[in-house]
């Protein structure tokens, strides 16, 4: 009998539903990663070709700072689309939701609000 037989673990029908909402999330995730990449490939200019020279190099420059936040949080959104994929892959494996620091069910409170987390509220604490 391995470590894991005996640790609590999530049921079938329960699995199911986190699965149904992590998958939910991903869709919702990649449908907004979508639009982030859009913004920061964009390279239509707003008309600032006759204004002033001035004017003209702080919209590039506002231009600049708002593609490079597009592309931080675009980086972001792809790590947790992976985070939430790797989720799916817990859940096939049946170790869903259980805390990989301390072996303990992760509360089902926890999951439903960060549904691709690997250590319990407990955990967490403990390691600040």
Not at 17 to 41: D, G, H, P
Request: glycine share 4%; aromatic share 6%.
């Amino acid at each position: 009998m391995s470590i894991t037989d005996t640790k609590k673990k999530y049921s079938d029908q329960e699995l199911e539903k986190f699965k149904e909402l992590i998958e939910e999330k991903i869709s919702t995730a990649q449908r907004e990663l979508v639009f982030l990449k859009r913004a920061y490939m964009n390279d239509s200019n707003n008309g600032t070709e006759d204004t002033s020279p001035t004017f003209k190099a702080y919209e590039e420059g506002s231009t600049t700072l708002s593609k490079e936040a597009n592309a931080q949080l675009a980086l972001r959104q792809e790590k947790f689309i992976r985070d939430l994929k790797n989720a799916l892959v817990r859940i096939e494996n049946k170790t869903y939701g259980i805390c990989r620091a301390t072996g303990k069910l992760i509360s089902r409170e926890r999951l439903l609000l960060v549904p691709h987390a690997t250590l319990s509220i407990e955990a967490k604490r403990n390691k600040k």
